[in-house]
């Protein structure tokens, strides 16, 4: 079946990779939007385990107009069972009356192909199902949501730090590090754990949701009836991560065992300048560091701990505001220097190779 993965402006590239590494398929890349041919069972594999993702649909078309996608050989009774209620949400529309005039529209062709064998309502406060129409400024894309809502606000972010991010981009950001099992990774400044909690996930190939305790959509699917799949056995695989600030430093060990992942994370309340005691000289693969405000002032203690405990050509990432330049000296190269814009806030995300 076609499945579309709704990805954030500039995770495409990220979630293409997780596609591959886990189905072995290429994926059509869209932007915004990643499209694949996947088997039931893949698909539900990557509903658990995919952590780049926005939403995931199960495709009923694309298009340059929402008129002009043939939906008449959709399998509609795979996914809609008899009196099931359902909405249609518009995303990438400018104008709630744009938005609202496409999905009558598409509801008054939905309705007709669907109710030929199948009684449903459209319900706009507690639907059971959710149609999406996702514009990604070249073309429509449509198809029923497989969780009913969106993914990247993890289940485990229950002490959420102000400064911190989604799911999506925590592990987007780790990956930027070239991080995978049987490296070593340090998160520093880990603030809520989302970046190291999501770096235990993937090297450890655990869940990131469980769609039957979250109660998904897909789950009433007259197609999926009993399907069932095993949970993934625990993994050994560590990831270290620490803070200065004792709340910091609770918080992440609450999400991380609410996340399922407390056994996987080696979660320090230390200082900056303790890092060349912790860690041998050149035994850290990559160093990850979120820098607030108040941290930026420590840049040089950073790039003197990272330049002893980073192995030759590890990988040193750094998370910034916008308004905040490094300067990287003789010992590293940057090898990229990316803005990410999130809400008001851009960040700035330089990765630096050690020499």
């Not at 869209?30 to 499209?35: A, F, I, M, Q, T």
């Not at 309502?121 to 894309?141: A, C, G, R, S």
């Not at 303790?274 to 790039?303: C, M, P, W």
């Amino acid at each position: 079946m076609k499945v579309y993965g709704l990805v954030n402006t500039g995770m495409e590239k990220v979630a293409r990779q997780e596609i591959i590494e886990l189905f072995q398929k290429k994926p059509l890349s869209h932007p915004r939007v990643l499209e694949v041919d996947l088997t039931t069972e893949e698909t539900i594999t990557l509903l658990t385990r995919g952590q780049s993702f926005r939403r995931l649909l199960i495709g009923f078309g694309k298009g340059g107009e929402v008129q002009q996608i043939p939906l008449e050989k959709i399998p509609f009774r795979d996914f809609f069972f008899p009196e099931s209620k359902f909405k249609i949400e518009v995303e990438g529309v400018k104008g709630q009356d744009n938005r609202f005039d496409l999905a009558r529209n598409l509801a008054g062709r939905l309705f007709p192909l669907i109710e030929k064998n199948i009684k449903v309502h459209l319900e706009l406060k507690k639907p059971q199902l959710l149609v999406v129409v996702f514009h990604n400024d070249q073309n429509f894309f449509v198809g029923v949501d497989l969780a009913g809502k969106e993914l990247n606000a993890r289940f485990y972010r229950v002490f959420p730090h102000q400064a911190s991010f989604k799911g999506d981009l925590g592990y987007y950001l780790t990956r930027k590090s070239g991080f995978a099992a049987g490296k070593k990774l340090v998160v520093g400044f880990m603030k809520d754990g989302v970046m190291a909690i999501e770096a235990a996930i993937f090297a450890n190939k655990y869940w990131v949701r469980d769609p039957w305790k979250e109660n998904f959509s897909c789950l009433s699917f007259p197609r999926w009836q009993g399907l069932s799949l095993s949970k993934p056995s625990p993994g050994a695989f560590i990831v270290d991560a620490f803070d200065e600030n004792t709340q910091n430093f609770t918080a992440a060990r609450k999400n991380a065992q609410i996340a399922g992942v407390d056994k996987n994370l080696h979660i320090q309340k230390i200082a900056l300048d303790e890092l060349d005691v912790r860690y041998d000289k050149g035994s850290v693969d990559q160093l990850i560091f979120h820098l607030t405000a108040k941290d930026e002032d420590k840049i040089n203690e950073i790039f003197h701990q990272a330049i002893y405990i980073l192995k030759k050509k590890g990988i040193l990432v750094l998370i910034s505001r916008k308004s905040f330049e490094v300067s990287s000296g003789s010992n590293f190269t940057v090898m990229e220097r990316e803005e990410i814009v999130r809400g008001e806030s851009p960040l700035l995300v330089w990765v630096l190779r050690k020499g």
